[in-house]
């Protein structure tokens, strides 16, 4: 290695390990922050918040390693062109990209390194933090209760709430409640718009769930297919509902305990295609059940297929004549007491059906919202790797455009550069959940828009050209100093001739007294 390659290669990975380890540090203590809620007031010893932060850290790594970057080469390239360096390079006929070839090859390192850890580490990371506060959440009964999530209350009960408030998130809005049956079979469905967490005053064991507003929704169990067909579900419409949750298997917590619960946050390359084609197969094959199930709800039947014509002369029989031929001449016949009740029968039937539809439809977005941030994930581990070498090629001709400014304006720049490529990736994604851009390409996106401009940014420099060079703009902005230079002269003129005026006056004036 040469010693102008060792030198670039110090200088970018003192900047560089010096960023990181700020930004690890802040991050830190923003994770602190965060969830001070969850460590605070448990009696939890010191090394269990140590070994929650531990884990928490490489959670970080696709936040801090593009900001890193950013930061280490505007530094790096901004303090080689403020002290004359890249100056003295140029005179010895190296170019920018003789510069920073050594630093490609350590990008390209760099992105191995950070694609190993996003697949390899980071998953076994996430399963312990969430080991962990789900362990921590034991301690106290209602932070077992994530927003947004499911969470499992014991081996029967999962609920999902939408928000929680209180001073100790106590009040529940927007509950769902999924109930297995002693056969281990999902059968029950509870909703409500509201829900109250209280604490048994006699049992420390038990934990009360007050529902309010809400529906009681169950598949009914029976021997046969036509009296499942009779009697498909039951759903029942309440006010108030007291639920009793069994807390005696939170005591006595271990913190060393693992966990069996996969999230897609927790999966591998690997894993994730095999989940991604099992959750495809089981969407596909969970709509045309539903659909199935829903014709056969109607009572229709499919139509055998027309015989052929010999089979016509064998089974041609009289057909008995037909006593009633439509609906309508059905229900003429019936009384205005049987009318009631069958109105009331299919209003009943089709309010079912249609609740029972819109429980479905719900379903059904969530499974396909779980399959969308599945691709998300794994995109989003090929496109992190890329991420950094377009943010190298964007921030390192900016830091040697920049040249002055000591490290304030490095930062700054550092700072608005990484906040246009994490929102832009932030709001992508967000869109991307519910497929309205491709899930696979929404990690793409803001590497892509960033290419473009580091590319040019690149070329630029690379050349000696002046960065922002834009002949038509310039045009303008002279036209416009030319204008506002003639305003000044008008106003001056016009200032000096009001002047002289005043004075010929004074003069005038003067000459009257003395005479």
Known sequence: MKILDRYIITQFLTNFLGALSILVLIFVFHTIFTYIDEL?????????????????IPQLIPIIMPLAVVIASIMTFGAFAENYEFAAMKASG?????????LIILMALLSLGTFFLAN?????????????????????PAMAIAEGVFSNIGEDISIKVGKKRGDNDEFLENVLIHKKTPDKVNRTVINAKRGELKSSKTNSNFLQLILEDGTYYEDIKTNSYEAQQKEPFAKVYFKKYIINLDLSHLNNVDFNEKTDATTYRMMNVGQLNYAIDSLRTDFKQNI??????????????????????????????PKPAKEITSVREFFNKLNNTQKSMVLDMAINTNQAQLDNVEFRQSDLEYRYKLMNLHILNLSDKFA?????????????PLGAFIRKGGIGLPLVVAM???LAYYFIGLFVKNVAENNTINPALAPWIPALILLP?????????ATDKEVFHFPLSHKIMRWIEDKIKNLKQRRKDKLHKIN??????RFTKHNRLLK
Not at 384 to 396: N, Q
Not at 500 to 505: A, D, N, V
């Open 120 to 140: 390899n580490v980071i998953p076994v990371a996430y399963r312990e933090v969430y080991t962990l506060r789900s362990n921590i959440a034991k301690v106290k």
């Open 384 to 396: 992190l790797t890329v991420a950094c070498f377009v943010l190298f090629f964007v921030a390192a």
């Open 453 to 461: 401009f580091g590319v040019y940014l690149t070329a630029r420099v």
């Open 500 to 505: 002289r005026l005043k004075r010929m006056k």
């Open 416 to 418: 608005v550069l990484f």
């Open 288 to 317: 045309t059940d539903y659909g199935n199930n829903m014709f056969r709800r109607t009572g229709f039947s499919v139509a055998p297929p027309p015989p052929s014509s010999a089979e016509e002369k064998k089974q041609e029989k």
């Open 94 to 102: 190296i170019s920018l990209m003789r510069v920073m070839r050594p």
């Open 40 to 56: 605070a007031g448990r009696g939890l010893e010191l090394w269990i918040i140590f070994k929650f932060l531990i884990y928490f």
